[in-house]
DNA sequence: TATATAGTGTTTTTT
DNA sequence: ACACTATATA
């Protein structure tokens, strides 16, 4: 191809973008300004017409989907030597060149890698064995700390030297051993990937060198998502040719939690003072409606980069609001709304999307699209790789794979039950301890060990001898045939076929995809190792096993979603309390925090291509208790003539009663329990500009569906005392139709008023 | 040693 | 509502 064959389609940023390959630029790319096209038209015309060897282009996306269709759209586009481009995410081009030089740091190149699970456990494990109380620090909150200690690149060392106070101090001890732990056991948590590479190339010119020289041209995908570490890590690949692109839309920076260090992207051009700037603002994704909306919210944040986004798209439809009682019916509307696009051939499944902040949200979601029929895929929560009977497997074949991982040895070494227990553990622990060898060394000389019955030291010789064999096999077959032996000769299977179960049914089925998994990772590999395919397991995120073929409704986070895009979007849970979160609003840095979380709305808005609805529930049930929360400020910021309401008149609310609510129910139910309008939006304030939204006014999808199951029966009603197990008595001031259940309101003297589900509250009369 | 039960705490987003 | 932990018991 030719220069413009590549540039003809391109607008004039874009082409501008492509066209400047040597030294520093930065690509501020706004939400669906076509950032991936650029990146790709600017390999192909690195490589067509500057003559650039594809082995020398690096380049780094967020994901491994995202980096799977750079690849493709390359290869499409210049038709050879695509697979030579080394397209990857920071953490998969860390192991790449970790496994190279390992020894320099004083590891193994059969390094294991831990995935969070993994780092709670090791850290159970140093609170026990430092007599930490767990109740006093949580596990969870060191390792927290200690995650953003790596991604400064602060060391142990140095975290004492920054940190003196009581409790950072434990940390910092905590960190120490917890380094030390990780090496003992071969092993690099996701942090450490990057931190012993920026380590490697610092400690070893040569190995920086011989990178630098191999990849002349870098880009950077999603650069407002880079910490401090990854910085560094960039930073001095590039040092020498200079040869950097990053793209980035600091209105999308969501991932502060993680170490994203939005400087990193806003201070571009101070690190880079030559840095070429180029703008991206048109979008060819959005309707004019659904762009307005996004940069009237994204307007409320401050010291963000100048930026309007502008299309030529058509104006399209406003963008809906719908207001729900609660979670449920929420859900149902949402069920209904697909139902009816897809009959009415307006969207097919796939074209659909529910996004929401947490994770539990998409159960309710999932309750009813199976109810309605709905095809549907939920991507994240608990991920394949995190199920027990996974983990288990993978254990054995880091054990196999890296026999110093402590970790992966005592989680397997009585699974299935082999009669070897804590007190057998325990002794071999101490044993490892005190000779400095492994705690799979300390197996094979457990004769040595004091305390041990003969007995034991049979089995654990047995274990060993199992171990040994499946190592053998090891040498000489790929990781898919020794997964099978170890299925086989563990006993794995069989006990689980023996539990004869539908779980270890399911269970069965998952170790069956685990193997597949393993056929595929030697199919594609180009040099297939057990290291390589721990490492794939291990790196992969929920979003990467997205299939696009499949037509099933989608639902997901707000963080997975970034980068796709969709003609109808669902944004569910619009409240304050859920979304921006409680956490955030509470937070020490409450300013802060909802500007990210108002960046996660963006990206949000974003996403949708024709249609956008937001909806919000009035309350909805938390851990088993029920909230009411107030309508998102998000959507508030969204000006009045760019919503629809949906049921304009706006009756107020109308409880709909369905199903076979008893009589006694309905005086109780068309008792309003919130008189204020605290629901209802905001009247438009005095200052004339458009005005904000209406107040008062009701969503509908009350009664969309039958209801599934009549109430739970009861022996009380409005007015009557009950007995709660943890609030005592109370009052029953009003039931109503929960949906699925009798909602009951109860004020209790000592408590307040609670809500609950009369199913599984157990209230009991009181005479 | 293995399992059942009661009690406790949770409470965002993820490579 | 749920998962996890500590404790009691077979």
Same mark, same amino acid.
């Given at each position: ?12 940023? *874009? ?33 067509? +017409? ?8 690096? #380049? ?45 740091? @004083? ?31 949580? %596990? ?30 434990? +940390? ?8 030390? /732990? ?41 650069? *407002? ?32 939690? /993680? ?28 309707? *004019? ?30 963008? #809906? ?23 009415? /051939? ?42 027990? %009977? ?91 045939? &020794? ?11 069989? %006990? ?30 180009? %040099?297939?190792? &057990? ?30 979603? !970034? ?58 049930? &938390? ?7 107030? &309508? ?27 199903? !076979? ?16 309008? !605290? ?19 009701? @969503?509908? @999808? ?36 929960? @949906? ?17 589900? #009369? ?9």
């Amino acid at each position: 191809m030719n220069q413009q064959e590549i540039t003809g389609n391109l607008n004039s940023e *874009q082409r501008e973008a492509v066209l400047a390959t040597e030294g520093p630029v930065l690509i501020l790319a706004g939400a669906g300004s076509g950032k991936t096209r650029v990146l790709v038209h600017r390999i192909a015309y690195l490589i067509d +017409v500057l003559g650039v060897s594809p082995g020398e282009i690096l #380049a780094i996306t967020f994901t491994n989907k995202a980096a799977d269709e750079m690849r493709s759209r390359v290869d499409r586009m210049i038709g050879f030597g695509a697979d030579q481009i080394l397209v990857s995410t920071f953490h998969s081009f860390c192991v790449r060149i970790l496994r190279r030089n390992a020894e320099l740091l @004083g590891y193994s190149r059969y390094f294991s890698i831990y995935d969070g699970d993994d780092q709670l456990t090791l850290m159970k494990q140093i609170f026990k064995q430092q007599n930490t109380d767990s109740r006093m620090m949580k %596990e969870k909150s060191v390792l927290a700390a200690i995650s953003s200690a790596k991604d400064e690149l602060v060391d142990p060392a140095r975290f004492r030297e920054i940190n003196t106070d009581y409790y950072s101090t434990k +940390v910092g001890t905590l960190y120490g051993i917890y380094q030390d /732990r990780l090496r003992e056991n071969n092993a690099m948590d996701f942090d450490d990937l990057i931190f012993r590479t920026v380590e490697l190339f610092e400690k070893h010119p040569e190995v920086l060198d011989a990178c630098q020289d191999r990849f002349r041209y870098l880009m950077i995908d999603e650069y *407002q998502d880079t910490n401090t570490a990854q910085f560094r890590l960039v930073s001095l690949l590039a040092s020498k040719y200079r040869n950097l692109c990053v793209v980035g839309d600091d209105d999308q920076s969501i991932y502060k939690f /993680r170490g994203a260090n939005i400087r990193n992207i806003l201070g571009f051009e101070k690190v880079f003072p030559d840095a070429k700037v180029v703008r991206l603002e048109q979008n060819y994704r959005s309707t *004019q409606n659904i762009l307005n909306a996004a940069n009237e919210v994204i307007r409320h944040n401050h010291g963000r980069k100048d930026k309007r986004l502008w299309t030529e798209n058509e104006a399209g439809t406003r963008v #809906a609001l719908r207001r729900f009682e609660d979670g449920f019916r929420e859900a149902e509307y949402v069920a209904a709304e697909i139902r009816k696009d897809v009959e009415e /051939r307006r969207f097919d499944y796939q074209d659909c999307a529910v996004l929401y902040r947490t994770n539990a949200q998409s159960r309710l979601f999932e309750e009813k699209f199976l109810m309605a029929n709905i095809p549907y895929r939920i991507i994240g929560g608990i991920n394949f790789y995190a199920r027990k %009977e996974i983990k288990d497997l993978i254990a054995y074949l880091k054990t196999v794979d890296n026999g110093n991982d402590d970790l992966a040895v005592q989680r397997i070494i009585n699974v299935p039950k082999r009669g070897i227990g804590g007190t057998t553990v325990a002794k071999l622990s101490a044993y490892a301890e005190a000779g400095g060898i492994s705690f799979f060394d300390s197996i094979c000389e457990a004769r040595e060990v004091m305390g041990l019955s003969s007995a034991a030291v049979k089995k654990l010789a047995g274990f060993a001898a199992l171990i040994a064999g499946l190592r053998v096999k090891a040498e000489s077959t790929g990781p898919a045939e &020794l997964l099978r032996n170890v299925i086989r000769d563990t006993g794995y299977e069989d %006990e689980l076929k023996a539990e004869n179960t539908d779980e270890a049914e399911a269970r069965l089925e998952n170790i069956d995809e685990l193997v597949s998994k393993a056929v595929q990772y030697e199919e594609n590999a180009e %040099e297939p190792t &057990l290291s390589g395919f721990l490492e794939e397991v291990a790196l992969i995120a929920d979003i990467d096993s997205l299939d696009d073929s499949e037509n099933r409704v989608l639902l997901m986070t707000l963080h997975s979603a !970034k980068g796709l895009e969709f003609p109808c979007v669902y944004m569910a849970g619009m409240e304050e309390g859920l979304f921006p979160s409680r956490l955030s609003l509470d937070a020490d840095d409450a300013e802060g925090e909802i500007e990210e979380e108002r960046r996660l709305a963006y990206v949000g808005i974003t996403r949708a291509k024709k249609k956008l609805t937001l909806l919000s529930a009035r309350s909805r049930m &938390l851990r088993g208790e029920m909230v009411s929360n107030t &309508l998102s400020r998000f959507v508030r910021e969204i000006p009045r003539e760019l919503i629809d309401l949906g049921d304009e008149g706006g009756r107020g609310r109308t409880p709909v009663l369905r199903g !076979k609510v008893g009589r006694d129910l309905r005086d109780a139910i068309l008792k309003p329990y919130d008189s204020g309008e !605290k629901f209802g939006i905001p009247a438009p304030s005095g200052s004339g500009t458009g005005g904000r939204l209406l107040s008062g006014t009701s @969503g509908r @999808g009350t009664g969309a569906a039958a209801a599934s199951a009549g109430p739970a029966s009861v022996d009380y009603s409005a007015g009557d005392r009950v007995r709660h197990v943890k609030f005592g008595e109370g009052t029953v001031l009003s039931m109503e139709d929960g @949906g699925r259940d009798i909602l009951v309101t109860v004020d209790f003297p000592a408590w307040g008023v609670k809500k609950f589900y #009369a199913g599984f509250a157990r209230l009991v009369k009181v005479d």
